[in-house]
Structure formats: structure tokens, C-alpha cells
């Protein structure tokens, strides 16, 4: 598994913030940061997908070193 922080513009509506299992929601001042593991790329690529599909702006997608997760 690897860890990723997915941050997205503005504040994600209920219906979006639920559809991640997994993903810890952190709801910040301009932004949404969604936080957690996800087990490959096609579930990273399945997430960013249903953000965009949704009209959410992706700002940033990073992935972490295994030692700061």
C-alpha cells in the first residue's frame, strides 16, 4: 500500500467525502486534503477520476515515502 495526500480546491460536498473509503478527510481554510492508503495505482487513478468527474479541481497529489505514513 502506499500513501498519498490528494488536496483539492474549495470543501467537498457529504456525498463526495464518503465515497472514499479509507481516506481521512481533512477540511482546510480554501481546500479539502484526502489523506490515507490506497493499494495501487489503478485505486489512485479510480479516486482522481471520480474527483474530476465530480468538476473537483485537483491542486496537488502527493506520495509519500513509506517511513511518514
Given at each position: 500500500?502506499?500513501?498519498?495526500i490528494?488536496?483539492?480546491?474549495?470543501?467537498l460536498?457529504?456525498?463526495?467525502?464518503?465515497?472514499?473509503?479509507?481516506l481521512?478527510?481533512?477540511?482546510?481554510?480554501?481546500?479539502?486534503?484526502l489523506?490515507?492508503?490506497?493499494?495501487?495505482q489503478?485505486?489512485?487513478?479510480?479516486?482522481?477520476e471520480?474527483?474530476n468527474e465530480?468538476?473537483?479541481?485537483?491542486?496537488?497529489?502527493l506520495?509519500?515515502?513509506?517511513?511518514?505514513?
Amino acid at each position: 500500500m502506499d500513501h498519498y495526500i490528494i488536496r483539492v480546491g474549495g470543501h467537498l460536498p457529504d456525498d463526495t467525502m464518503t465515497a472514499f473509503s479509507g481516506l481521512k478527510v481533512i477540511d482546510e481554510p480554501v481546500q479539502t486534503a484526502l489523506d490515507g492508503l490506497l493499494p495501487d495505482q489503478a485505486a489512485l487513478a479510480g479516486v482522481l477520476e471520480f474527483l474530476n468527474e465530480a468538476g473537483v479541481v485537483i491542486i496537488e497529489v502527493l506520495k509519500l515515502p513509506p517511513d511518514e505514513g
